[in-house]
């Protein structure tokens, strides 16, 4: 079965430090990667999205950056946070053709003080 | 521009009556849509989906409703239970193309005792 799994589950951080959020996916193979962010009040917002190693696609200009080292794990990361990063950071995957359905992780809370 | 609206950021139902939450999209070029019930600091679960070429599907007390030429949407719950107090998301997908789910703001559902 696949599962995915996203790391830590909250993390504090000063503003202007550096940020790595990893996401793996086992079970699985050539899955599509997500990585969204829900803020206080909103709903869930698409940031980064690839379709293989090295494929990333951005959805909103900010602050952060994605990559796909491997086939199964998904980064992401900011040189410098700004205050406005904090938030819940979801990963999640979809298998096209197979499930049309994308699978969430935990998720990591991420307060930026 | 939000191409997912859920209008309604909350609503509140009696337990064992009907819940109804409503989804409109704007993009003619989504050919999938979802339903995802989510509770404080935990990822988006899948409920139930439903495919273009669909007007209906059913599962259990979840029914989804899909009116295309509205381009809209709705998710029943009948009979509601307060389990099934949470936040729920509608999303949309394009499944060939671009595999990118988009979501709305969620409603967040109080069944009341």
């Known amino acids: 079965s696949q599962t995915i799994h996203q790391w830590p589950a909250t993390l504090v951080q000063p503003v202007g430090s550096p940020l790595s959020l990893e996401c793996t996916v086992e079970g699985t193979s050539n899955p599509n990667l997500y990585w969204y962010r829900q803020a206080a009040g909103r709903g869930l917002q698409l940031l980064f999205y690839?379709?293989?190693?090295?494929?990333i696609s951005s959805e909103v200009p900010q602050n952060l950056s994605a990559s796909r080292p491997q086939d199964r794990q998904f980064i992401l990361s900011s040189k410098k946070l700004l205050l406005s990063d904090s938030g819940f950071y979801l990963c999640?995957?979809?298998?096209?053709?197979?499930?049309?359905?994308?699978?969430f992780g935990q998720g990591t809370r991420l307060t930026v003080v | 521009d939000q191409q997912v609206k859920q209008n309604s950021p909350s609503l509140s139902v009696q337990e064992g009556r009907i819940s109804i939450l409503n989804c409109d999209y704007t993009n003619s070029m989504f050919d999938y849509f979802l339903w995802y019930k989510k509770y404080p600091a935990e990822g988006p679960t899948f409920l139930i989906s439903?495919?273009?070429?669909?007007d209906k599907n059913e599962d259990g007390r979840f029914t989804v409703f899909l009116n295309k030429s509205a381009k809209h949407l709705s998710l029943h719950i009948v009979p509601s239970q307060p389990g099934d107090s949470a936040v729920y998301f509608c999303?949309?997908?394009?499944?060939?193309?671009?595999?990118?789910?988009?979501f709305g703001t969620g409603t967040r559902l109080k069944v009341l005792a």
């Open positions: 999640a995957w979809s298998e096209p053709g197979r499930f049309p359905e994308a699978f």
């Open positions: 439903i495919s273009s070429i669909k």
């Open positions: 999303a949309a997908s394009d499944q060939s193309g671009t595999y990118k789910y988009i």
């Open positions: 690839s379709v293989g190693i090295g494929q």
